[in-house]
């Protein structure tokens, strides 16, 4: 029995070799494909990759083999692009050739391709394009969905003011709000913060920012096949996820039985109305799958992503009370203790600005970006590519490049100033990707962070329950998203 155990490894391994061979053999005679480490059988270059912090290895490999090289998770074969230049040249200037979706095994998992975040090709292009022409249409980037958040900040600073000077982590609040303004557009009303339902969505939410921090779920992305037998945090996010699904489902199902064609209520009215209209048509890419898990992507993207950068954002604030203190100054200058702030506000208040940015490029929320690929075999500089080749875009090197961040490991709200106090714009910023798949939310998100931020410090002064140097505010790193450290603070009444 051990044996034959052993005969079958050694079978797989030659398998893999001659795997290896056959593909470099069959591109090799198109052109020079990106450098990169030694490549073993079957693991790939794990022995290159810390699970606990891909990026950093990454960047360390780019100072080996350059700013375009190639890596394997697993067989999976990616090509890594390092640094501002090489990034700018793939989403922007060979926009097109870039513009596929990448098939990490967890996303692929998560996700099933099916939605506006991981689906490729004409599905892709027909759900984007739906997606941000109705999304406009129910007020997204309007004074509209603006005045749904001043409304929604309006309860936060409120239920905040219920802590009465107590202690606590701000994360549950912040998510509860973020993910009121998602679901008051894509399921057409907000949901009260003591609805059952919507706080076992919102533990889900939560349980899962930390579950994907784990081990497992890195190594998941090398072996997929093999995870998926072995027990871990990774089966519980899965299984999170597909909580979250359901959730989704089921508000489907009851606009399905709701539904007025001539009065769509939101974004879920509006595909079962395309739906119908399509029906006849036997290629559509508008069918119930594809409207679950569309809604599903909006909602996670809409809840998770801002929800965490305000959450990094507030641990950052109450370690540096000076900068609180300027915004502070700024916010009684332009609005004043009795209004709401609004996005007209922005542009009179540079300081603001410039930290919200600052906050945004200094956590580094999604390091190795979301996947891209190549949709066809690409000439990229010197290299070539092959069609459906996975891209990892660093976001991180482009985030944190010390020619145009100086000293980019530390926090500087300086980094958008000019001399003179102005904001200072910077191509650098990319956050929210560039390109094609550039997120179809950033418009909105830039407007929840500004209202919640400005509406809280109108109302806050911050206050440590530890001493201001122990407070660490380096975000907690994993392959999909950089998550903050716990914390609480008090909030006291301005």
Same mark, same amino acid.
């Given at each position: 029995?051990?044996?034959l ?8 391994i ?7 061979? %056959?593909?470099q ?5 198109k ?9 073993? $059988?079957?693991?790939?270059? *794990? ?17 080996k083999?350059?700013?375009? /090289?190639?890596?394997?998770? =697993? $067989? ?11 990034v ?5 200037d ?7 979706r =990448?098939?990490? $095994?967890?996303?692929?998992?998560? /996700? ?18 739906f ?13 509209s ?31 509860? %709000?973020?993910?009121? *303004? ?8 907000? #949901? ?5 339902k919507f ?5 889900l ?19 997929? &096949?093999?995870?998926?037998y ?12 597909e ?5 989704t489902?089921?508000i @489907? ?9 001539t ?6 009215d %509006? /595909?079962l ?11 559509s890419?508008?069918?119930t ?19 965490v ?44 600005? %410039?930290v919200?940015?600052? *906050?945004?490029?200094? !956590? ?16 990229f ?7 459906? &080749?996975?891209? /990892? ?10 020619k ?11 980094? #958008?100033?000019?001399?003179n ?7 650098y ?8 798949? !550039?997120?179809?939310g950033?418009?909105?998100a ?12 109108q109302?806050?002064?911050?206050k $440590? @329950? ?22 609480? !603070? ?5």
């Open positions: 029995m051990e044996l155990g052993t005969t079958t490894i050694l079978l797989l030659c398998i893999s070799c001659l795997l290896l061979f %056959a593909t053999r069959s591109t090799s005679h052109g020079k494909e990106p450098p990169g480490p030694m490549t073993f $059988p079957i693991v790939g270059n *794990i022995l290159h990759l810390n699970p606990r912090n891909v990026p950093e290895s990454l960047k360390k490999l780019s100072e083999y350059g700013p375009v /090289f190639t890596i394997y998770l =697993g $067989p999976k074969k990616v090509v890594v692009l390092y640094g501002y230049d090489v700018k040249e793939a989403l922007i060979q926009a097109d050739d870039f513009s596929g =990448g098939t990490l $095994p967890l996303i692929t998992k998560l /996700f099933r391709g099916t939605g506006i975040v991981t689906s490729n090709g004409e599905t892709w292009k027909q759900l984007r394009r997606a941000l022409t109705t999304l406009r249409d129910f007020g997204m980037g309007k004074k969905i603006e005045e749904r958040i001043q409304e929604e900040a309006h309860f936060l600073v409120e239920r905040i003011k219920n802590t009465h000077r107590q202690p606590f982590n701000p994360g549950r609040f912040l998510l509860h %709000a973020v993910s009121n *303004i998602i679901c008051s557009i894509v399921f057409g009303d907000r #949901f009260d913060y003591e609805d059952k706080l076992t969505l919102i533990d939410i939560e349980e899962n920012n930390n579950l994907q921090l784990s081990v497992q779920a890195q190594l998941y992305n090398f072996f997929p &096949t093999i995870m998926d072995i027990p871990g945090p990774h089966k519980q996010l899965i299984e999170n996820v909580k979250v699904d359901q959730f489902t089921d @489907v199902m009851e606009h399905q039985k709701t539904l007025d064609p009065c769509p209520r939101d974004f879920v %509006a /595909f109305i395309k739906m119908e209209q399509e029906k006849g048509n036997s290629h890419e508008f069918n799958e594809t409207l679950t898990r569309t809604t599903l992507d909006l909602f996670l993207a809409g809840t998770g992503t801002t929800s950068t305000l959450r990094h954002g507030f641990l950052i604030l109450h370690k540096y009370p000076e900068i609180v203190e300027k915004i502070q100054q700024e916010i009684d200058s332009v609005i004043g203790r009795d209004r709401s702030p609004r996005m007209a506000d922005r542009s009179r208040m540079p300081y603001t600005d %410039a919200i940015h600052e *906050i945004q490029r200094y !956590i580094d929320f999604i390091p190795l970006n979301v996947p891209h690929a190549v949709i066809k075999d690409t000439k500089r010197d290299y070539f590519i092959p069609k459906d &080749t996975m891209i /990892f875009p660093m976001l991180s090197s482009v985030l944190h490049d010390s145009e961040f100086p000293n980019p490991e530390k926090f500087d709200p300086g980094h #958008f100033l000019n001399a106090g102005t904001f200072k714009k910077s191509d910023f990319m956050p929210f990707s560039a390109g094609k798949r !550039i997120c179809a950033e418009g909105l830039r407007m929840e962070i500004f209202i919640f931020v400005t509406s809280i410090l109302n806050f002064t911050l $440590p @329950v530890v001493d201001l140097k122990d407070i660490d505010t380096t975000p907690l790193i994993s392959s999909l998203a950089s998550m903050p450290r716990h914390y609480e !603070i008090s909030f006291v009444p301005r």
